[in-house]
């Protein structure tokens, strides 16, 4: 039992919690948004990230790399759910190919829950719908790259450590995103202006030589 008036271990725990770990909650849920494609998901995301940050909290170190391990906890999770949600999708096939019928309420209730969430549609306005439509097109790995270094700041070496690969992957990884997302966006570019155009090339003009009349 602590004494009068000195904080107990749970209680600096506590504090230490809410001072690093609670302001990085925006850009985790930004992290998990990108990575799930959906408010709901995101926001589901980040609750456990941060019950299970909680309950891991004496494997931090206080003063050190809070939004990195943050993510990575998040990053973590969300693949566990890919796959348990593959494996699920995997066995309810197996099941509609020999019971169609034991499936069919699973397929409305399905489909019911795919319908578009219109928050997410604004929070997805934040940025520019073209450059998120591209950056959500690219494949996971380099997705997620290009997301902690240009959306996160994150350094490479701290990107490696969340996706648990080298800094040279890191780097590799980068250069490929964004070499990806230049050429789906380089039409959108040059007519927002952000980039000029090819030159155009100057018609040649008509022969005026007599003979050729």
């Known amino acids: 039992m602590s004494e009068p008036g000195v904080p107990s271990t749970t ?12 302001p990085e909650m925006e850009a985790v849920f930004g992290f998990a948004l990108r990575l799930s494609g959906g408010r709901d998901q995101a926001q589901d995301l980040v609750q456990e990230t941060y019950l299970r940050a909680w309950r891991s909290w004496d494997r931090y170190t206080p003063g050190t790399r809070i939004r ?28 509609a190919e020999e019971e169609p019928a034991s499936v069919a309420m699973d397929a409305v209730v399905y489909r019911a829950t795919r319908s578009h969430d219109p928050q997410g549609a604004f929070w997805d306005r934040i940025l520019d719908v073209e450059v998120l439509r591209a950056l959500d097109a690219l494949p996971p790995p380099f997705r997620e790259a290009l997301i902690l270094a240009d959306l996160e700041s994150l350094p490479y070496d701290e990107i490696a450590t969340v996706l648990d690969v080298a800094v040279g992957t890191v780097k590799s990884r980068i ?7 230049q050429e789906q ?15 155009p090339r100057t018609s040649t003009p008509p022969s005026t030589d007599p003979e050729s009349a």
């Open 185 to 199: 966006l380089y039409d959108y570019a040059i007519s927002r202006g952000i980039i000029p155009g090819p030159t």
């Open 68 to 95: 990195s391990w943050l993510f990575t906890i998040c990053r973590n999770l969300f693949y566990r759910r890919e796959q348990r949600s593959r494996r699920h999708h995997e066995i309810v096939k197996q099941i």
């Open 175 to 181: 250069f490929r995103a964004r070499r990806m997302m």
């Open 11 to 22: 209680e600096g725990a506590e504090a230490a919690f809410e001072r690093e770990a609670l």
